[in-house]
């Protein structure tokens, strides 16, 4: 693991998922109960935990790790390959928190998630475009290009809603346990 992919998420918690790929279910219109949020907000990180890995540990998916390799090894054709299936994930992850955040008590935890899924987003973006200048820079513009994005504060964001949410339900609702997921 390259130590700027250490230090994207250093504060985030939580241990590695198996990373491997299902299938995208296609978003319901708006979560209006904690049943659907559940559903929309565990289809949601399991799209970051496809996308990039664990922000917890900074423990990179297999399909991150393709695509760091891709740079350091200098093949523009996979990288690009692997850009685009990142970007993919994270598009239909954030496609699962906009539904996720119809449940009231879930919608600010939902925009810290977002803006997660867009900082990561922007990562990959700015590492594809730096990468004919080598991995160091790549990696490093990248880290840059995340925390500009707000990726940190998102994650802590994200963090403190939730237990907010928590709150908001009296303590009956928590997030639910995702398969693959291993974020509670």
């Known amino acids: 693991m390259a130590s700027t992919d250490v230090g ?3 504060a985030c918690a939580g241990s590695g998922g198996d990373g491997s790929a299902t299938s995208q279910a296609t978003p319901s219109p708006v979560a209006s109960s904690f049943e659907s ?3 929309e907000q565990c289809a949601a990180m399991q799209a970051l935990f496809r996308a990039y890995g664990n922000p917890d540990t900074a423990g990179l998916s297999p399909l991150m790790r393709s695509f760091t390799d891709a740079i350091e090894g200098g093949d523009a054709v996979i990288v690009a ?3 685009r299936e990142i970007r993919s994930e994270i598009e239909g992850g954030r496609a699962h928190v906009r539904s996720a955040g119809g449940w009231a008590p879930a919608a600010a935890a939902m925009v810290q998630l977002d803006r997660l899924l867009v900082a990561f987003d922007r990562l990959v973006e700015v590492r594809l475009a730096a990468m004919p200048n080598g991995s160091a820079i790549a990696e490093r513009e990248g880290q ?3 925390e500009a994005a707000g990726g ?3 994650w802590f964001g994200w963090i403190k809603s ?3 949410m928590r709150t908001a339900t009296g303590g009956t609702r928590s997030l639910p346990k995702c398969e693959g997921v291993p974020i509670s």
């Open 144 to 146: 840059a290009a995340f």
């Open 162 to 164: 939730v237990g907010e």
């Open 81 to 83: 390959e692997k850009a």
């Open 37 to 39: 949020f559940a559903t």
């Open 8 to 10: 994207v998420l250093a």
């Open 152 to 154: 940190v504060d998102a």
